[in-house]
């Protein structure tokens, strides 16, 4: 399938590795022009070599703080000036720290809010301008929004906010032709979830094998998603292909969510 996405300008944040580095490669596999960013220039910088190199196409790294409203407004403006608009805009962001509700003070909601609700809240805002009919925003969240996870308490409670906003947008942007989408990654074998392993390995005192065959043993294809399985399916909602599916939310999961939506 021809999905259409040649020349097509894309932001991805949070990219310089994971799931925001898969997206960011398989766009840039299909003729899109990617502007990528992460906190870190020199991962930011190497990332975007590494995938122009694999791909061929045209990809840039800016270092950008996400918790940073006006660090995400600069990098936006830059982008889409630099390319005369935008068609694809994937916020994305690193999940907030592990911890369930008692262990945690206002302080750490006060930082995980911005760096999970606000920063979306924040691209929206600042990318609207830039793009016109048939663009597409894709929002990131977790199967945290279906099923809450104690251990993950804020991000739980900050990416049902992002859930609702995505809802909130996919209608009131539908007008201007602009669609928006929300996907929802299962246990997709990244750092991330790597590390969230370790951690719950640490404190069950068990080995790291073992939780991961745990989790393995209650995901129906019995096993962790591969990023770039993750990848094209966000390839898929922000393409052409998708010209009719907005306010639509799809998991990548492994069929680990059972509920009937």
Excluded at 176 to 188: A, K, Q
Aim: glycine share 10%; aromatic share 4%.
């Amino acid at each position: 399938m021809d999905l259409q996405l040649r020349g097509k300008r894309a932001v991805v944040a949070a990219a310089s590795s994971g799931l925001g580095a898969a997206i960011a490669h398989s766009l840039a596999a299909e003729g899109c022009v990617v502007e990528l960013c992460s906190r870190s220039a020199e991962q930011a910088t190497a990332t975007a070599e590494r995938i122009a190199k694999a791909t061929g196409g045209v990809v840039r790294g800016t270092q950008v703080d996400v918790a940073d409203d006006q660090a995400i407004r600069v990098w936006i403006d830059d982008a889409a000036g630099r390319h005369g608009g935008l068609d694809i805009v994937i916020p994305n962001a690193g999940g907030p720290p592990v911890g369930t509700f008692d262990a945690t003070d206002p302080s750490d909601w006060d930082a995980a809010y911005s760096l999970t609700l606000r920063s979306a809240m924040s691209f929206a805002a600042a990318s609207k301008r830039h793009m016109i009919s048939g663009s597409a925003f894709l929002f990131m969240t977790s199967i945290s929004v279906r099923e809450p996870i104690s251990m993950l308490s804020m991000s739980t409670v900050f990416r049902a906010g992002v859930t609702s906003l995505s809802k909130l947008l996919a209608n009131d942007w539908a007008s201007d032709g602009i669609r928006v989408n929300h996907l929802i990654p299962g246990r997709i074998a990244t750092e991330r979830v790597a590390s969230l392993d370790a951690s719950a390995a640490a404190a069950r005192g068990v080995a790291l094998d073992d939780v991961r065959a745990s989790n393995e043993s209650i995901i129906p294809l019995g096993r962790y998603g591969k990023p770039e399985e993750y990848a094209a399916a966000a390839t898929f909602l922000v393409s052409p292909a998708a010209s009719y599916i907005t306010g639509a939310t799809l998991q990548v999961d492994g069929g680990v969510i059972k509920g009937i939506q």
